[in-house]
Every structure is written in C-alpha cells, then in structure tokens.
C-alpha cells in the first residue's frame, strides 16, 4: 500500500510519536528538576545567596551523617538528606522588618521577631523555601514597632533564633532544618505567628540537632560564630 518513501515517512511519524508519549508531562519534569541546579540558582541571588548556599552545604552535612539528628529527620522521611538537596530557595525583600510587641493575658510583654523562612507544609522534593531578606537569616536586629514605644522604650531588639543570635551560621542552619521539618512533616505548621509554634517546633529541632550543629560550626568556622 505504502512505496519505501511513504513506509519510511509512516516509520519517522511513529517514532516522534512514541517519543512525544514517553517524554515526561511538566510535572514529571518539576519532580526531576537537578539538585545541581541549586547552587547555580543561589549565586544569582548574590552575598545574600552565598550565604544560603553555605548554610546549605553545612545542614547537608548534618543530614548526611550518622548522627542523632539525620537519624531523627530519617524516622518521617529516609529520603530526608535527598529532599533538602533537592529544596529552592529565593528571597522575600517584602517581608516583616521590624518587631512587633503584644501584652499577653497577664499583662506581659510579647515579642513577635521578623520571621526567618517560610515553605508549605509537606511541600515534599523540589519545595520552594522562601527566606526573609528582613529577617534573623541575614539580621543580628531589628527595629522595634515605634507605634508601641508608649510601653516599649528600646528602639532596635536583638533578634534570636532558639538559643542562637541572627545572622550567625548556627542560626541559618536552624532555620533550614526547621524548614526541612515542615517540608517533610517532621513538625507541625506553625502559620500563626502570635501562637508560640514557631518557637516550639524550634525547640524540638535544637533538642534533637543542638550536638550537631554547633559540631558543624565549630568545623567549618572555628573562629567565628
């Protein structure tokens, strides 16, 4: 029925079309979207990225290891290590620059820092984390909230991270495992910012990984934070 041109033509449109049918749909792409991409990614984004980029080689070295708190993060997920590889990064320039203050139920005084990073709940491979440029990533302070100066009379406060000072590499490391926490399920959402979650889930990241990372500190800057 077919001449050889008209059968080699059938044979070429059979073959681009198994191709087109076994090539990967978009979102099978973004599941397989390099790791190795990540640091190409984070130098685009400057000082600030290089900052990223090491805090994200330090926590890979924690996930990495035989250690309690690889070990921890491997008891939710044992792709734990694999997942932060395979996380993004980019910046919120937008986000809460100062400090914001509340009195409690008791007439206490409550602080609510800038937040750190942010990335959805059980965002699983290829999650976006999104670091405020504004806050204890890169900041060792910030201003306080002038509107609440009637009962606050500091002007900037000290922000922390746990048990850490801002802009210190223990803190970046923190924060990133905190992020891989929320990624992979390891500790509950804490979106509401007044409720103290945030800072528990915190707790129970330095509970498990405080050995490690001031290990990894002290390895890769022992004369510096």
């Known amino acids: 029925m077919f001449g050889s041109r008209g059968c080699k033509s ?3 449109f059979l073959v681009a079309a198994m191709v087109l049918f076994a090539s990967p749909t978009c979102s099978d792409t973004k599941d397989h979207v390099s790791s190795s991409d990540v640091p190409i990614e984070l130098l685009e984004l400057g000082q600030r990225g290089e900052l990223i980029a090491r805090a994200r080689e330090q926590t890979l070295e924690i ?8 070990a921890w993060f491997q008891e939710s997920d044992a792709d734990a290590a694999d997942i932060f590889r395979s996380l993004h990064f980019t910046l919120t320039t937008s986000g809460q620059s100062q400090v914001s203050v ?3 139920d008791l007439g206490f005084l409550v602080y609510r820092h800038p937040w750190a990073a942010k990335v ?3 965002a699983g491979r290829n999650a976006l984390i999104f670091i405020n440029a504004n806050g204890p990533f890169f900041l060792r302070d910030s201003p306080v909230d002038d509107t609440v100066w009637e009962v606050v009379r500091i002007s900037r406060r000290r922000l922390t991270v746990g048990i850490y000072d801002g802009d210190t590499d223990k803190a970046r490391m923190t924060i990133l495992l905190h992020e891989l926490g929320h990624v992979i399920g ?8 007044w409720s103290g979650q ?9 509970r498990h990984c405080k050995k490690e990372i001031a290990s990894e500190a002290k390895r890769t800057s022992p004369f510096s934070n």
């Open 186 to 193: 390891r500790i509950p959402k804490d979106d509401d910012p």
């Open 102 to 104: 509340m009195r409690d």
């Open 10 to 12: 059938l044979f070429l």
């Open 120 to 122: 959805a709940p059980f």
């Open 63 to 70: 996930l990495e290891g035989q250690n309690s708190c690889s």
């Open 198 to 206: 945030s800072g528990r889930n915190t707790e129970e990241v330095l």
